[in-house]
């Protein structure tokens, strides 16, 4: 009897392991989360894959209680009860479809990868292992994609073992290789410690030094500039005037974060701004749920908080490129970054305002996703953040 205890807790105990190490904010450690399905496949019962799975994606996502905590300023109940619900999506599709029959698991599996990774469900879909492809199939692409695909169906089948030994094989030769991807020539993305000021301290001194800022940068040979998220406050014409006059007399072009009203609510944007004029680049397609989006508000006849575009503008012009944009939170989950590259974009351009997740590994995670999703399409990015 105690054995029968026992197996059930080491299960769990080493799925909380798994989404600690996986989750830390290492590129070179995201295969560590493929250990999931495997823990997934073993559990003899649904309610052991449902502790299983509640303890990887809370032991994923433990920056969550401290970061709400921190944007609200207030105790850590709020974000614990932010970080158990958003648990409840995954740890649902994953209880109902785990099956007992050994054959039915991976197409199972499969089926809960896929509803994970898109709307609904996907909207908390963070802590992906698939994310895990840009590290072992580092320039593959699709097909990259595809051989993960197939190897996570492997991972929870009999045959587990010798997939995860070829899964470490190419791991070990990917990490022996591995080289980030590079900047687009040309680009800088600037990183701001600003804390919570940004976005919110928005007067004429604020956009003044924001000026002072992308000139330093222009001065160095940067033609494109990137300012991360909110970095300008409230897109209003006044402060596009006040950008415009200052690069007048330049050919420095600036790509920064911003909000700007709409019916309803606000929508968080980037703005591209250069002597011409300034124009809204590209409206975030999933913004924060809770604390920026909150679709809840509409049902009670109330407006505010951020607009979710989901499937709207996945890549953007700019100049004679395209760019695929993710603002923040897309970068955590997965259907932007692939919607993005169904249509080929020259490079990525990644911004985020991480003030609130100071103490966490938050913005690692952020950081080591989008490398991993740029180099599986040998993209080469630029990023933005704030903290």
Known sequence: MCRDYLQPAQLIFASIAIGVVGWSGHVLLLPVA???PVLWSIARTRSVAALISAGYFLAASRGLPQGVAAFYSS????????WLCASLSFVAVHTVLWAGAARARP???LLAAVVMAIPPFGITGWAHPVTAAGVLFPGWGWWGLGLMTAGLAGLVTRIWPAVAVAFAGVWLWSAAICTDPKLPEGWRGVDLQLGASLGREAGLQRQRDMIATVGNAASDGARYVVLPESALGFWTPTVERLWIGAFSDGDARVIAGAAMVAPGGYDNVLVA?????GRILYRERMPVPGSM?????SWFGENGGAQADFFANPVVAIGASRAAPLICYEQLIVWPILQSMLHDPDFVVAVGNGWWTEGTSIVAIQRAATTAWAKLFAKPFVLSFNT
Do not use: C, M, N, V
């Open 34 to 36: 493929l250990g999931f």
């Open 75 to 82: 105790d850590i109940w709020p974000g614990l009860l932010l």
């Open 107 to 109: 197409f199972r599996y």
């Open 273 to 277: 701004i250069d002597r011409k004029g």
């Open 293 to 297: 989006w909150q679709p809840w508000r």
